[in-house]
C-alpha cells in the first residue's frame, strides 16, 4: 500500500487525493491541513453571498470521506511544526497543495496608513478566517475596523477578487444575513456608511481580469448603480471594435459600454468602474488615508500603459488593494522567487535541475495564481499521473508505521473528521441562536473548543 501525504484541503489538494484514490486501490491518502477546517479557498476565499460556489464543498466532503483517505486538520508543517523532512519519513511520498498564501503590494507611499488594507485581509475577515486577528494593524482594535468611519472606498483592481469587494462593501443586511458570515462582520457592513466606491484598473476594460459573469453581478446589486465613464472607455483602442478581442473580453466590454450609456439613478451605493489609472500615492487626512492620488495612463502600443504626468486624487477612508497573489517559500523546498512557485517537471519537484524523488506540487505553487477552481482538476491529475508512475520505485520503501500513530507519538495531535463534524454543528447551533442559518466560527479558540466539545 502506498502512503501519500497531501498538503492543504483546498480543492487542489482534494482534487489530488481523489485521483489517486480512485486511478490506484493501492493508495491510501492522509490530507493534512494547518487550519482544522477543510476545504481551503472554497471556505475562506469564496464569498458568502457566493452560494452556488460554495456548495462545491459538498463535492470535497466526498473526497474526504473516502475510505482510503483521511482528513488530519491541525497540523503545521515547517519550523513550527512538523518538519518537512519528517514528512517525507513517515509518507511515501508528499504532495504540497498549499496555494499562494500573500498579496501583492503596490509599494507606493502611504500604502501603511490607517484605512489600507489588501483584499485578502478583507476576504478573510469576512470569511471568518481564524487567522485574521494576528493580522490586524493600522490600530484597528477590532474587525470594525475596516468600514467605521468610512463613507467612500477604493479597490484598486479590475480582477474577480475585486469585484467581490466591491460587491460586498454595496451588500445589505437582507442578503447577507441568509449567509455564512461571522456575525461581527455582518453587523459591521449592515451599519457600514459607505456608499461610494470606485474599482480602479491601470489599463483600459479589454485588459481587465474579471469574468463577466462577476462583472454583471453588480448591475444587479439592489438599490446600487454601477457607471463608467464613456470617456476612459475610448481610450482603449479596443473599445471602438472589440470584434477582434477574445469572447470573454468582447462580453466584459458590452458590459461596460450599457452602464455606461445608463443616466444616473439615484442609490444609496454607487459604484464606479475606472481605467487607466496607476495609483502612485495615498494620501493621509488626519491621521489616515484620505485619498488615493492617480496618474493617468494611456496605452503604449505594446500591451501596456505609460504614465502622462496628468493626476487626480480620489477620495476614500478605506482603501483595499487587490493586485495579485504570490507563493512563499516552503521550509526544506525549493522556491523560484521570481515565479513564485516550486521548479517542477510535470508536478514532480526539482532541486538544481534534478527530480527530487518524492516530493510533488500542485495548485497555485505549482503553476502561479492562474485559473479559476475548475483549473486544479487537471493540474493535480498530471501530478498524480506523475506520482503514479513512480510509485513502484516510492513504494519500496519501508514506513515506520501508521503515519497517524507516528504524528501523535510526536505530541501532534490532528482534528480528524469527527473533530470538524463538531465545528459545523457548533456552526449550526450558533447560526439556529442568532435566527440565521449556519454561521462561522471566526477565531482559533471558537473553533477549537468546538473541537473539543467546549462550544456553547
Not at 182 to 203: E, K, Y
Not at 345 to 360: C, I, K, M, W
Not at 380 to 400: C, H, I, N, W
Request: charged content about 25%; some cysteine; overall charge negative.
Amino acid at each position: 500500500m502506498l502512503h501519500v501525504a497531501v498538503v492543504g484541503s483546498g480543492p487542489s489538494g482534494c482534487y489530488t487525493a481523489q485521483s489517486l484514490v480512485q486511478l490506484d486501490n493501492d493508495v491510501c491518502v492522509d490530507v493534512l491541513d494547518r487550519l482544522p477546517c477543510p476545504y481551503g479557498l472554497v471556505r475562506y476565499g469564496v464569498a458568502p453571498d457566493h452560494e452556488k460556489i460554495k456548495s462545491l464543498q459538498n463535492n470535497l466532503r466526498t473526497v474526504l470521506e473516502h475510505e482510503r483517505v483521511r482528513f488530519l486538520g491541525g497540523v503545521r508543517i515547517g519550523p513550527d511544526g512538523v518538519p518537512g523532512a519528517r514528512l517525507r519519513e513517515l509518507y511515501h511520498a508528499v504532495v504540497y497543495c498549499v496555494g499562494a498564501a500573500t498579496d501583492r503590494h503596490l509599494g507606493i507611499p502611504g500604502e501603511e496608513l490607517p484605512g489600507s488594507w489588501s483584499a485578502t485581509e478583507f476576504v478573510s475577515w469576512y470569511s471568518g478566517h481564524p487567522d485574521f486577528p494576528e493580522h490586524e494593524r493600522n490600530g484597528a482594535p477590532d474587525h470594525d475596523g475596516f468600514v467605521a468611519g468610512a463613507s467612500s472606498a477604493v479597490v484598486i483592481g479590475v480582477g474577480n477578487v475585486a469585484v467581490d469587494v466591491t460587491r460586498m462593501l454595496a451588500r445589505g443586511a437582507t442578503e447577507l444575513s441568509p449567509t455564512d458570515i461571522p456575525q461581527g462582520a455582518l453587523t459591521a457592513l449592515t451599519a457600514s456608511r459607505v456608499t461610494d466606491i470606485d474599482m480602479v484598473g491601470r489599463r483600459g476594460p479589454s485588459q481587465a481580469r474579471f469574468t463577466t459573469k462577476e462583472l454583471r453581478e453588480l448591475g444587479s446589486l439592489p438599490d446600487t448603480e454601477v457607471t463608467v465613464d464613456p470617456r476612459e472607455l475610448e481610450l482603449d483602442p479596443a473599445y471602438a471594435d472589440p470584434s477582434g478581442l477574445p469572447a470573454p473580453q468582447r462580453r466584459n466590454v458590452e458590459v461596460l459600454r450599457g452602464w455606461a450609456a445608463s443616466p444616473p439613478r439615484g442609490t444609496r451605493h454607487r459604484i464606479r468602474l475606472r481605467f487607466f489609472l496607476r495609483p502612485v500615492e495615498l494620501l493621509a487626512e488626519a491621521g489616515r488615508v484620505g485619498a488615493v492620488r492617480f496618474e493617468r495612463t494611456v496605452p503604449d502600443g505594446r500591451g501596456g500603459v505609460t504614465g502622462t504626468g496628468r493626476y487626480e486624487d480620489i477620495a476614500a477612508q478605506l482603501v483595499l488593494r487587490s493586485v495579485g497573489y504570490r507563493g512563499v517559500p516552503l521550509e526544506g523546498l525549493p522556491f523560484d522567487a521570481a515565479s513564485g512557485t516550486v521548479p517542477h517537471l510535470a508536478g514532480r519537484v526539482l532541486r538544481e535541475g534534478a527530480v527530487s524523488p518524492g516530493e510533488y506540487v500542485a495548485g497555485w505553487i505549482k503553476r502561479g495564481p492562474t485559473g479559476v477552481i475548475g483549473t486544479n482538476r487537471p493540474c493535480a491529475k498530471e501530478t498524480v499521473m506523475s506520482l503514479l508512475e513512480d510509485a513502484a520505485a516510492l513504494a519500496g520503501r519501508e514506513l515506520p508505521g501508521d503515519p497517524l500513530t507516528a504524528l501523535r507519538a510526536d505530541g501532534v495531535e490532528p482534528v480528524e473528521w469527527p473533530g470538524w463534524q463538531s465545528i459545523e454543528r457548533a456552526e449550526a447551533q450558533l447560526g439556529a441562536s442568532l435566527g440565521r442559518g449556519v454561521v462561522k466560527l471566526p477565531d482559533w479558540q471558537s473553533l477549537m473548543n468546538a473541537v473539543h466539545g467546549g462550544a456553547r
